[in-house]
């Protein structure tokens, strides 16, 4: 039986994330990617999403953080994870308090599950916590594994920002905990052989992969045009 899990709550009034001010195209590529990526996971138990790529800034926080408030705005629950544990970036992107977080809970140094709420976004997150000697060895602990267990009691969708596969392992330590990772690509920097590389050591995890989120390429909508907007295009196409 799951213990009943507590949920701070933070205010956050600041963003330059996805909303209803964004630029159209970039609500239509998220829209296009959370009901792609509900097709590819049907069904209505809670599904755990691992957002990955083969090197470092091609953009999985920013899709992490952007695809976890999507699915929100559907009145979703959703929890979005910082299993970036080296470099984490997603308690300030949402412009919140890093506090007690996973690599904390994953040691022992607090029994509660350290979950945040922010309140306008309607989204829960575990930040990374302090930053730990060995994070690999944590992810692979049963904690985390249990951990997960019991979330997925909570929540519809569980998010987890990955750090890049080429230089740790582990976001594919976690294959067995994922129900599907999205690869995330960035225009004019993603190199083929590290994407190459990448997938052959999430075939090797045996880690289902639904798709990939090209990111970062400029774009004008036939509906949204603004001469000099830099906008970006996120497409995902399944594998
Ligand atoms: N589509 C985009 N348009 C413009 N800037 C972007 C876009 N996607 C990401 N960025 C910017 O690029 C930088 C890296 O993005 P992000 O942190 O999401 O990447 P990451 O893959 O999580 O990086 P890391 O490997 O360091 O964790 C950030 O400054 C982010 O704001
Ligand atoms: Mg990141």
Same mark, same amino acid.
């Given at each position: 039986m799951a213990k009943k899990i507590k949920v701070n709550t933070v205010f956050n009034s600041e963003s330059m994330l996805l909303s209803k001010k964004s630029p159209f195209s970039i609500q239509e590529a998220y829209k296009t990617l959370r009901? +792609?990526?509900?097709?590819?996971?049907?069904?209505? +138990?809670?599904?755990?999403?691992?957002?990955?790529?083969?090197k470092r800034s091609e953009g999985k926080s920013s899709v992490s953080i952007n695809l976890a408030i999507s699915f929100a705005q559907l009145q979703k629950k959703v929890l979005i994870i910082d299993g970036d544990m080296r470099l984490p970036t997603l308690a300030a992107k949402l412009k919140i308090a890093t506090n007690k977080g996973l690599s904390n809970y994953l040691a022992?140094?607090?029994?509660?599950?350290?979950?945040?709420?922010?309140?306008?976004? +309607?989204?829960?997150?575990?930040?990374?916590? +302090?930053?730990?000697?060995?994070?690999?060895?944590?992810?692979?602990?049963?904690?985390m594994a249990?951990?997960?267990?019991?979330?997925?009691?909570?929540?519809?969708?569980i998010i987890i920002d990955l750090p890049p596969l080429t230089v740790v392992s582990d976001a594919a330590i976690l294959s067995k905990l994922i129900d599907g990772y999205l690869l995330v690509v960035r225009h004019n920097w993603s190199e083929i052989s590290k994407i190459d590389e990448t997938m052959r050591?999430?075939?090797?995890?045996?880690?289902?992969?639904?798709?990939?989120?090209?990111?970062?390429?400029?774009?004008?909508?036939?509906?949204?045009?603004?001469?000099?907007?830099?906008?970006?295009?996120?497409y995902y196409k399944k594998s």
């Open positions: 009901t +792609n990526v509900s097709f590819s996971l049907p069904g209505n +138990n809670c599904k755990v999403i691992g957002v990955v790529s083969a022992g140094n607090t029994t509660e599950i350290p979950i945040q709420h922010i309140e306008e976004r +309607n989204l829960d997150i575990i930040t990374s916590g +302090n930053i730990p000697p060995d994070s690999t060895t944590l992810l692979e602990s049963d904690v249990d951990m997960i267990e019991q979330l997925k009691e909570e929540y519809d969708y050591q999430l075939r090797f995890a045996e880690a289902k992969v639904l798709g990939f989120v090209y990111n970062g390429k400029a774009t004008e909508s036939k509906y949204y045009r603004k001469r000099g907007y830099y906008s970006s295009d996120y």
